[in-house]
């Protein structure tokens, strides 16, 4: 599913005195040999949560790609979503809430770390919420307690989003009073504004994921704190974009994921054909960001011989090949390792920091690529358009759904397009923008009803959420669009996860955590349990 890459931090003094890099060390028992935070450098301990945020983050949504049809999965959800898969992201996230608790005690009594602590606790909020929404629950109250509390209980995931909103509302207030910046921020530069911005769209983000079960986080009026949120500073344009970039680093490791699969040596994964006929096929107008999103690395005939795809023939297989050298794998296809690694489809300039299509048809790994300076597309101003597009439409918040959906599509491939200063003729053009968007309005404008509606909005989010798949796994359990999403070939009643198991290790070693089952629903998702596959 994912390759997990063992590294040190790169904040030096953290990674010493904090943990070393191995994965095994639970995170919540007391080391004497490590350093206390609260005698740490604040600036060390900011720029420690920041790091761990987007690397937990990023592990998310590599855990995600495969269930989510952006990467092929070539197993059954049960191998791919097993009870191993957080292990990492679990130790990691209990670290940051370690050093994240020593920032708060250190803020109260310390005005100069108001922006620290406001910065903190945005960050901390989204980690734990996008927990949530994984697992369920996790112990939060009683966590890195270890003397008080050796075996943590698990809190509610309704009172952990309420906390978060909580927090939300008390970071604003933090770091509208600080006087004081913060040297190392990795995302908006000490930019209050930007700030803000990012902390009312977050806030806007979990009221409307969790709109199916608003009165379970004591929301009485969700549409009047939605249209409040509208009428603040939000995520409105692509220089508010919360994102995390990545370098051209080798050592130690700094590139961006999808980079590191598609372009050091051979492509391991597989695209997902049914991503790459959505782009591709499903409408009359070809999707303008196909080029940027995928790098195609060979023009060979994927029938041609040696036996490169199985499925040639095979009635129960969707797609097989979807054409034109976009060459990739069917949901649920086992059939892999067929010497094809260089001649496979692979992620392309955008997020990823690869390679535009130009038709090259080479190894990714022999390209003049952008060396993997991507970014991680954490919470943009298209996705807080589509946000509000489904509220408006479901909920009859503020705003002309239909105008919100061409503001988000258009956001989307703006951002597309003006990444990696590409200059090509086969760039995609204004005129290829205008068609496309306007076949997705009228068949808005044409839907039926409002189900047919939502669906294309949320198809469209699907489509756009290409590099942060946390966002469309969200989006599909909520809504259950896109309605035509690729079922497993050889499984037409799977059981899709509608969350991820505890991590194994944890587990193991805290007595009051029992394994959970993949089909458990989170408390925002009250859909029906067939609801999806």
Not at 198 to 207: C, D, E, I, Q, T
Not at 271 to 284: P, Q, R
Request: aromatic share 14%; net charge negative.
């Amino acid at each position: 599913m994912k390759n997990i890459y063992k590294y040190c931090s790169l904040s030096l003094l953290i990674s010493v005195f904090f943990y070393s890099c191995e994965v095994t060390d639970f995170d919540l028992q007391d080391n004497p040999n490590r350093l206390n935070p609260e005698s740490a450098n604040p600036e060390f301990l900011i720029n420690e949560v920041q790091y761990l945020f987007q690397d937990i983050m990023q592990d998310f949504i590599l855990n995600t790609d495969d269930v989510m049809r952006y990467e092929a999965m070539t197993d059954t959800y049960g191998d791919v979503v097993d009870t191993d898969v957080l292990d990492i992201e679990w130790t990691r996230y209990y670290r940051a809430l370690t050093i994240s608790r020593a920032i708060d005690n250190l803020a109260a009594t310390d005005e100069k770390l108001l922006f620290h602590n406001g910065i903190n606790k945005l960050l901390m909020g989204y980690l734990t919420a996008t927990f949530v929404d994984y697992t369920g629950k996790i112990p939060y109250s009683e966590a890195t307690q270890p003397n008080e509390f050796p075996n943590p209980n698990l809190d509610e995931g309704n009172t952990l989003y309420s906390m978060v909103l909580d927090n939300i509302d008390q970071a604003i207030v933090d770091i509208n009073a600080a006087t004081f910046g913060v040297d190392s921020d990795l995302f908006y530069d000490s930019d209050k504004a930007k700030w803000i911005a990012f902390a009312n769209s977050l806030k806007l983000r979990l009221l409307i994921q969790t709109r199916l079960a608003s009165g379970e986080i004591g929301v009485t009026n969700l549409n009047a704190e939605i249209n409040s949120l509208l009428g603040m500073d939000i995520i409105d344009s692509e220089a508010e974009d919360f994102v995390y970039n990545f370098s051209a680093v080798e050592e130690p490791e700094s590139r961006h994921p999808y980079f590191q699969r598609g372009y050091v040596s051979g492509f391991s994964q597989y695209i997902g054909n049914y991503f790459m006929w959505m782009l591709k096929d499903s409408k009359a107008n070809i999707d303008p960001r196909i080029r940027y999103y995928l790098y195609r690395q060979s023009d060979v005939d994927p029938f041609s011989g040696p036996p490169y795809l199985a499925c040639q023939g095979d009635p129960d297989v969707d797609y097989c090949y979807v054409g034109d050298q976009y060459w990739g794998l069917d949901h649920g296809e086992t059939r892999t390792g067929r010497g094809d690694n260089l001649l496979r489809t692979v992620y392309g300039i955008y997020p990823a920091g690869g390679t535009f299509d130009e038709d090259q048809f080479e190894g990714a790994p022999s390209t003049a690529s952008l060396g993997g300076t991507g970014f991680l597309p954490l919470l943009t101003s298209s996705y807080i358009k589509f946000l509000s597009a489904e509220a408006a439409l479901v909920l009859g918040t503020n705003g002309n759904p239909a105008v919100l959906l061409e503001e988000a599509i258009r956001a989307s491939i703006g951002k597309v397009l003006n990444y990696g200063g590409v200059s090509s003729s086969f760039a995609s053009s204004s005129s290829d923008v205008d068609a496309y968007v306007a076949e997705v309005i009228n068949n808005y404008n044409n839907a039926a009803d409002n189900d047919e509606r939502l669906d294309i909005i949320m198809t469209e989010y699907y489509l756009a959420s290409f590099g942060n798949s946390i966002e469309s796994y969200n989006a599909y359990r909520r809504t259950g669009y896109p309605s035509n999403m690729q079922i497993p070939i050889d499984n037409d009643n799977p059981t899709f996860p509608r969350s991820f198991p505890y991590s194994e290790n944890a587990v193991d070693v805290n007595t009051s955590l029992i394994q959970k089952s993949n089909s458990d629903k989170v408390f925002w998702d009250t859909n029906p349990d067939s609801f999806i596959k």
